[in-house]
């Protein structure tokens, strides 16, 4: 299949003319794939009335079919069409954190989305995303757009267009190049069809923000690494890198132990820089080490770049202190490093 590219990383300053939007909303209504760009990460969009477009999706991500989409949309005018019974707490969150990097789990009311989009469950995850492209092509495609991370199941989530390249290219219609992803960690998902709520997925509008608008109104996290979480895709193994990651938590002092360093990467925040052994690779994590936003910005990318050098047999990454703050980082970084962590006095 020939996969179209399309730039827009300018879109600010240029819009898309009218022959390239007519172009992407028709390979929509026809049921094709194109992956768009959205804060959180890129996604692989199709229509979520067509099954068709949705089976695609599944196959094209190598996705297990009860594993649920998220259905993005640009105007909280197109719930009517396919939920139901929405809270009045669930629509105040919404007003507040929308357009915006949280994705709200709320019933689903049937015979409007394709049957596949929800794997078969009674509920439905919504996003409106806030990035300056991806909203602008929900907004002028007008349709409810399924869409997972645009890579193949068991590889990193991407927040560049060349990663989405790399993964999906001659198996989708399109992608849209829209610069790299701003926030770069997949969005909080809550499951509203509970009350108090449950943070199915952390991410980077966490417990604390939502009570700030509504006091008492999230449980405890949910055992994320059980059997049986609240979304299917926590159960399946995630990425880790071929290269062996490790976390080191408590990184401060060089390390005294004789090892050769040739072959390893230190990724940790420049303040730390002069820390790493003069051998290994240094990688910026972030500026200094209380930079979360810019870690959570940086993370994927860079778990891209270790499986991409040759050069690099093992890596340690920074662990932040366990706080509200850290929880998705932290979450996406031990599954990376299947749990492996050491104290820098290890070392
Ligand atoms: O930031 C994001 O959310 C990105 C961008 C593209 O919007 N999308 C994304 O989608 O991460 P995906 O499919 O990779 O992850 C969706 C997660 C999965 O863990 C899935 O199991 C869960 O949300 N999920 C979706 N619908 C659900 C439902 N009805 N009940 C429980 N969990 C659900
Ligand atoms: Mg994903």
């Known amino acids: 299949m020939d996969t179209k590219i399309w730039d827009f990383r300018n879109i600010d300053a240029h819009l898309p003319n009218n022959e390239e939007m007519q172009e992407i909303k028709t390979i929509y209504e026809e049921g094709g794939l194109i992956a768009l760009p959205t804060e959180t990460v890129y996604g692989l969009g199709g229509n979520a009335k067509d099954d068709k477009a949705v089976k695609a999706i599944y196959e094209a991500k190598g996705r297990p079919s009860d594993n649920p989409l998220i259905v993005h949309i640009h105007s909280m005018k197109q719930l009517d069409n396919f939920t139901e019974n929405i809270s009045a707490a669930t629509l105040t969150l919404m007003r507040y954190f929308w357009p915006g990097p949280i994705s709200f789990i709320v019933p689903l009311k049937a015979g409007y989305l394709c049957e596949h989009v929800s794997g078969g469950l009674a509920s439905i995850a919504v996003r409106m995303p806030s990035h300056s492209v991806g909203r602008y092509i929900l907004q002028q495609v007008d349709l409810p757009i399924a869409a997972p991370s645009a890579n193949l199941s068991g590889r990193p989530s991407p927040t560049l267009f060349e990663h989405v390249y790399q993964d999906l290219n001659g198996r989708v219609d399109g992608i849209i190049n829209g610069d790299q992803s701003e926030e770069g960690l997949e969005s909080t998902v809550l499951d509203c069809t509970v009350f108090p709520f449950k943070i199915a997925r952390p991410g980077s509008v966490t417990k604390q923000m939502i009570e700030t608008i509504i006091p008492n109104s999230v449980e405890a996290y949910a055992d994320f690494d059980s059997d049986k979480p609240i979304a299917p895709g926590m159960k399946y193994k995630h990425y880790a890198p071929d290269t062996p990651l490790t976390i080191i938590r408590n990184f401060n002092k060089v390390p005294t132990k004789l090892n050769d360093w040739n ?21 910026s994590l972030c500026a200094d080490s209380e930079d979360l936003k810019e870690a959570n910005h940086n993370l994927y990318s860079i778990l891209h770049r270790l499986d991409n050098d040759a050069n690099i047999s093992q890596a340690y990454i920074y662990g932040f202190d366990d706080t509200e703050a850290s929880h998705a980082y932290m979450n996406r970084l031990m599954k990376a490093a299947n749990q492996q962590e050491k104290e820098g006095d290890e070392l």
């Open 263 to 283: 072959h390893t990467a230190f990724i940790v925040p420049e303040n730390k820089k002069d820390l790493v052994p003069k051998a290994a690779t240094f990688i």
